[in-house]
């Protein structure tokens, strides 16, 4: 019974995860940030992105994501209370391409002289 409590908590935490990250994503498309995280530093523990504001004005969030636990932190008016926000949005998508670019390697040897040895 423990077990099957233990699961059904999971399962529901994954699904209010999933629902997060999908209003994260659908803010950034609206407000025009996805596409514009910046990783800026990262260890084993942590990845810091920088992302503008939406207004472009200020200067931007420091966007801090834990891949262990898959904690996207914040400090934004929105992310300080935990919702969703645009700048976790473009942080989403730029790790989401990130693990696409990772398990997608380029094995071709001869791709970089056809694209005229431009990256
Ligand atoms: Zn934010």
Redesign the pocket.
């Known amino acids: 019974m423990a077990a099957q409590t233990a699961l059904l908590a999971a399962a529901a935490d994954r699904a209010t995860r999933e629902l997060w990250e999908a209003r994260a994503l659908a803010l950034a498309g609206s407000r025009h940030v996805d596409g514009t995280a910046c990783l800026t530093r990262e260890n084993a523990a942590m990845r810091v992105y920088w992302?503008p504001n939406g207004d472009r004005r200020g200067t931007g969030?420091v966007?801090v994501v834990f891949p262990v636990t898959r904690h996207i932190v914040?400090?934004?008016?929105?992310?300080a209370f935990g919702k969703p926000?645009?700048?976790?949005g473009a942080v989403i998508h730029a790790e989401r391409q990130r693990a696409y670019a990772e398990s997608h390697p380029d094995t071709d040897v001869l791709a970089s002289w056809r694209r005229g040895f431009d990256w």
């Open positions: 992302t969030y966007v914040c400090p934004c008016p929105a992310g926000c645009a700048h976790a």
